[in-house]
């Protein structure tokens, strides 16, 4: 159970809370910080497992702090805690490799089960956080997919196949041209950037509602 933790939060009361709570339950917390320069020159320092860092802190953010572990190749686990439920904030944090992300209202009940399944290398994420995602994206696709025509959506679906425009214009016996036509005017629908990879990404992040 002797996981090293250092643990970072900008709010007195919550660091010396976590701190308290997770040294009764037998864990090594090796160093606390209040700002995110702080942290990270612990982490740098005393090299723990797992560092526990709130998202919002002066100097650097907990994300700010994830990335730089990342980019260094630290072997530190971050583990963030946050009052966000931000889609943006939450793919950033799978991005940077972030191995546990837990809400502040339940920190104390999920932290256990949180640290103990990142030693055992098992990214966690708090259940609220991943009920919130789905229900907020099952919410936001179809409505947008709602203003596509049949002939785009078919077009879309193709495109999230990996199809070229060559392929699609084949498969549906129309021009190329007609084809590019359909696909500017989804990507006006979507609101995405006229990147000639936008799409597919989309298409291919919304596969299963396509």
């Not at 997770?22 to 090796?30: A, D, E, M, P, V």
Request: overall charge negative; charged content about 25%.
């Amino acid at each position: 159970m002797n996981t090293s933790i250092v643990i970072a939060d900008d709010h007195p009361l919550m660091l010396r809370g976590l701190t308290d709570f997770l040294t009764s339950k037998g864990f090594n917390i090796i160093g606390s910080a209040e700002d995110g320069n702080a942290a990270y020159n612990l982490i740098v320092k005393l090299k723990p497992e797992i560092a526990i860092l709130d998202i919002r802190m002066p100097h650097k953010t907990g994300l700010e702090i994830a990335e730089a572990v990342q980019k260094n190749n630290l072997s530190t686990k971050v583990i963030l805690i946050t009052f966000d439920k931000e889609e943006e904030v939450y793919d950033q944090a799978k991005a940077f490799n972030v191995y546990g992300y837990i809400l502040k209202e339940f920190a104390v009940e999920e932290i256990e089960i949180c640290i103990e399944s990142v030693v055992n290398n098992k990214p966690y994420f708090s259940e609220e956080i991943a009920a919130y995602l789905s229900a907020k994206s099952l919410e936001k696709k179809p409505e947008i997919l709602n203003t596509l025509t049949k002939s785009e959506l078919r077009i879309i679906k193709l495109v999230s196949e990996n199809m070229t425009s060559q392929n699609i214009a084949d498969e549906l016996s129309i021009s190329i041209k007609t084809v590019h036509k359909h696909r500017s005017h989804i990507v006006a629908k979507l609101g995405l950037d006229n990147k000639p990879t936008s799409l597919s990404i989309w298409a291919n992040l919304n596969k299963e509602f396509l």
